[in-house]
């Protein structure tokens, strides 16, 4: 029984690996995608939609690690989002919070995804807000960082309704590929 | 006979949730050394029993390889003597670099890192690859290379048994070629699954048929297929032959 | 690192730092060494105030001989300042509107990002990404990351290929279509890509437990950092600091 947990666990760990690089993979890609439009990256958000649909289908852990990394890899890479102004570890943060957050309530409570993702999308503005403010006083910028933050909500709506459309639409169609990652929801791993 | 079969396999059933039996009560045996193919047309079977073989798959019955008898404690004595190659050299190839990817077995075996680029260069000479293309990745290989790449990848535990999947996807007939001298030149015994009939003539001695999971002929290849009715009947094509 | 070239007529889909092995001083020293002055560059970059304005070129400086060191084309630097042109200019500008206090921030705001931005463009565009991400492996608590890391990048290489054949499908069966028909078939067809690349992602992670994948990536080897560069790093650093730190004393 040990010897089957252990190759559960080992098989369990190898597939979110390679899907959560995946998803990473989208990460990095649509943006380019979007600005080679001409859709800009803070409207449409793109770099948001694969990351929160990783949080609804991998561990907290990963889903926070791949958050976390992302935006990083994106501006080590390509230069955007910039490391300075901080936008690219604001990104993290917040990315970071939202998948965790999304995985926390989908997976292992098993929490409904009509409930969980205006949730996560929520909590996102409380930490975009929170981390800017931190941020801010770093550049000397004393006045301003709520009303940028502000702004930035409000412009970015076009990307929340992407992403109150897409996820669900991609967690379905990678839950119905992988019926396992729907009958795993509630499990601790 | 006398000797003792490298790989023994004994009423092994397997269906995926859901569906009907994916197998039912397939059993064969395979000595050192031996070339057999597995045939079939398309959803008989044949990867389902490759993966029952390896354990990703847990099938009912006995699978025994080199006198280890598969269970949930004897996974890993058993894939490293029964290695398999997927359809896909891309799903097998998933370290930044190719001598990474060969090197990863014997490092997760605990060899050092010397020990395993020596394995990993061994491996690559096995196969034919060269050696300057192992700094690069993956994805930069040819269909060709990728598919001996990911052969050079398991061979590395030098197993007993190589299964490979669809070998032959994706190659033309020079890189079939290739391929066939490639696996004439291993010294372990080899199970071939495949559609590629012409292929399987060339290199194995004999075959296996499967036809909706059940096992339905073990015989000499070249009996089997100068028999066209029994080929369309299961389900295959003649080699040359673009209809049954 | 050509992951992002594509089959797109051999045109470069994406412009990545890094993505030709440069050979320059610079490459050549160890990532770590790089690192080691990248800290301190941020480190001084962020702490120099405002006024005076002598040590800000003095860190512009600095970083040009380091760019320089790094034989990084003109061509990739530009691409690189023009992108931040724009959440750099639009700040400063509006700064400039404002009192004396808001005119000092913005100034400050503009030039510790651009030194920042471009401290850490030194260090892109002329380490070898896949090393530095094997090199994190190394630090504890960073190993599950800097696999994650890698596996992003693949996933990267295989999703561009993918991408450029969908598209050039799409091309070929429908060059004519209406805007909203090609934009049903694209929601359709990355759907479809989403549910294929999870497939895929179940049989690597197969292919991974077939080769002894026990949860946990094999270690990378450890590289020994050498002394000289070592050496270079910190004196890089220690020279950013000091002049930050004559800035603030002056």
Not at chain 1, 135 to 148: N, P, S
Not at chain 2, 132 to 157: D, F, M, N, Q, V
Not at chain 2, 206 to 233: H, K, N, T
Request: aromatic share 6%; hydrophobic share 55%; with cysteine.
């Amino acid at each position: 029984m040990v010897a089957e947990q252990r190759e559960r666990d080992a098989l369990s760990r190898a597939r979110e690996l390679s899907l959560a690089g995946m998803l990473g993979a989208l990460g990095l890609l649509l943006p380019i995608g979007f600005h080679a439009l001409g859709w800009g990256g803070k409207i449409f958000l793109p770099m948001h939609l694969p990351m929160v649909v990783a949080g609804f289908l991998v561990g907290p852990a990963t889903a926070a690690s791949l958050g976390f990394l992302v935006p990083l890899l994106s501006s080590a890479l390509t230069g955007m989002p910039p490391l300075a102004p901080p936008i690219a570890p604001l990104m993290s943060l917040e990315l970071m919070a939202k998948g965790a957050l999304a995985s926390l309530l989908y997976r292992r409570l098993a929490l409904p995804m009509w409930f969980v993702l205006p949730v996560v999308l929520i909590v996102d503005w409380a930490v975009l807000g929170a981390a800017a403010y931190a941020a801010a006083g770093f550049f000397g910028i004393t006045t301003g960082a709520l009303k940028y933050v502000w702004a930035a909500i409000a412009l970015s709506w076009p990307g929340t309704v992407l992403q109150l459309v897409g996820v669900p639409l991609g967690v379905a169609a990678i839950e119905r590929r992988l019926p396992r990652l729907a009958l795993a929801r509630g499990e601790r791993r | 006979m006398g000797v003792a079969p490298v790989l023994l396999v004994e009423k092994l059933s397997f269906a995926y949730a859901g569906d009907g039996a994916a197998l039912e009560g397939v059993g064969f045996s395979m000595a050192p050394g031996e070339r057999v193919a597995l045939l079939g047309a398309n959803g008989a079977g044949k990867s389902t029993l490759l993966w029952c073989l390896v354990g990703i798959l847990a099938g009912r019955g006995k699978i025994e390889v080199a006198g280890t008898v598969l269970a949930a404690n004897t996974k890993a004595e058993v894939r490293k003597n029964l290695a398999l190659a997927f359809s896909e050299p891309d799903d097998q190839l998933f370290m930044p670099t190719l001598a990474k990817d060969l090197a990863f077995g014997p490092r997760a075996e605990g060899d050092s890192p010397e020990e395993a680029l020596r394995k990993a260069r061994a491996a690559a000479a096995q196969v034919g690859l060269a050696e300057e293309l192992l700094p690069r990745a993956p994805h930069e290989l040819s269909s060709g290379e990728k598919r001996r790449a990911a052969l050079a990848a398991i061979l590395t535990s030098q197993p007993k048994v190589l299964a490979l999947d669809e070998p032959t996807n994706s190659l033309d007939a020079p890189g079939r070629a290739v391929l066939a001298e490639t696996l004439e030149h291993l010294s372990c015994a080899q199970l071939i699954a495949t559609h590629d009939v012409g292929f399987a003539r060339t290199i194995c001695s004999r075959a296996l048929v499967l036809v909706r999971g059940q096992l339905v002929a073990d015989e000499d290849i070249e009996g089997l297929l100068a028999d066209r009715e029994r080929l369309v009947a299961y389900g295959l094509a003649a080699p040359g032959v673009t209809r049954p | 690192m050509q992951w992002c070239r594509g089959e797109a007529d051999g045109r470069m889909l994406i412009p990545i730092a890094g993505a030709e092995k440069g050979d320059s001083p610079l490459h050549r020293l160890d990532d770590r060494a790089k690192l080691v002055a990248l800290t301190g560059f941020v480190v001084a970059a962020m702490l120099t105030p405002t006024r005076p304005v002598w040590p800000w070129l003095a860190l512009f400086g600095l970083l040009l001989v380091a760019l320089a060191a790094g034989r990084v084309k003109p061509g990739l630097m530009a691409k690189r300042f023009l992108g931040l042109s724009l959440v750099v200019g639009v700040p400063f500008a509006v700064s400039r509107l404002g009192g004396e206090a808001t005119r000092l921030a913005g100034e400050s705001f503009a030039v510790k990002s651009l030194l920042v931005a471009g401290g850490f463009f030194a260090l892109t565009a002329t380490a070898h990404m896949p090393d530095l991400l094997e090199g994190t492996s190394r630090v504890p608590g960073l190993s599950g990351m800097s696999a994650l890391a890698a596996f992003i990048l693949r996933g990267a290489n295989m999703l561009t290929g993918e991408v450029v054949r969908t598209n050039r499908a799409w091309a070929l069966r429908a060059p004519r279509a209406r805007l909203g028909v090609r934009l049903r078939g694209l929601v359709a067809a990355s759907i479809s890509l989403l549910g294929r690349a999870a497939a895929r992602s179940d049989r690597v992670g197969a292919a991974m437990v077939l080769r002894g994948f026990d949860g946990r990536m094999p270690p990378a080897p450890a590289r020994a950092l050498s002394a000289g560069d070592l050496a270079v790093g910190l004196l890089f650093a220690a020279i950013s600091l000091a002049i930050g730190g004559l800035g603030r004393w002056a």
